[in-house]
């Protein structure tokens, strides 16, 4: 089974702060992907990566960046939490040759920035 | 942009009944998937069509992508409490995913 981890599940930060939500993947997928999700809005994607070193903007990347230096582990930083980054975050991975771009995600990170 | 409109956008039903929820796009897909989530957790893989007219059981549930691989339904029959969660769909045409609205399902015991 593909298993996808986030190494918090719940976070409260202060405005300002610097924060790092880390994600591991254990299936050597070649892509990564951060989403956040908020009610009434949906999935929205923030940052992808096909690639180790490689990232490509979504469709919401202002207020954050990502990092990724091993295939398995993709990070997302915002460098300076706002209120309105209060918001779940998933992080999910796909298999590039796998022709149906199934993804499979984390259970999720639930910020709470104040 | 790809658009991907689910409907309805709430459920409530009784245990035991059925019921289908839908997912429409003007677009083409060359693939799409269904997950449900729980509240609290990320989004679980239900099941994954890739052919036009393809029809997929899961027990008790059952997908379908239309002909012309722009819209899929999914078939809850004698629904029960484990299916409540929240059902999303997305279409696959390259490695980014276009997600539907969702739908979210309560069954009342």
């Known amino acids: 089974d593909v298993k996808v981890t986030q190494s918090s599940r719940y976070l409260v930060k202060r405005t300002g702060e610097k924060v790092f939500l880390e994600c591991v993947q254990d299936?050597?997928?070649?892509?990564m992907f951060w989403y956040r999700q908020d009610p009434g809005l949906g999935l929205r994607l923030i940052y992808f990566s096909y690639d180790v070193k490689m990232k490509e903007k979504g469709d919401i990347p202002e207020g954050y960046s990502v990092s990724r230096e091993k295939k398995e582990r993709f990070s997302l930083i915002l460098e300076s939490a706002s209120t309105n980054q209060t918001s779940m975050y998933l992080c999910?991975?796909?298999?590039?040759?796998?022709?149906?771009?199934?993804?499979?995600f984390g259970p999720g990170t639930r910020l709470t920035v104040t | 942009t790809q658009l991907l409109e689910q409907s309805p956008q709430f459920l409530s039903i009784q245990e035991g009944e059925n019921l289908t929820v839908y997912c429409n796009s003007s677009s083409v897909f060359s693939s799409l998937q269904w997950y449900r989530q729980e509240p609290g957790e990320g989004p679980v893989l239900l099941v994954t069509v890739v052919t036009g007219g393809e029809v997929k059981k899961l027990k008790r549930l059952t997908f379908q992508f239309g002909d012309a691989r722009k819209d899929s339904s999914l078939h809850i029959t004698a629904a029960q409490p484990g299916d409540t969660g929240l059902y999303l769909c997305a279409g696959g045409g390259n490695e980014k995913l276009t997600f539907g609205t969702g739908t979210r399902l309560t069954i009342i015991p």
């Open positions: 299936m050597d997928h070649e892509n």
């Open positions: 999910a991975s796909s298999l590039t040759t796998s022709g149906s771009y199934e993804q499979y």
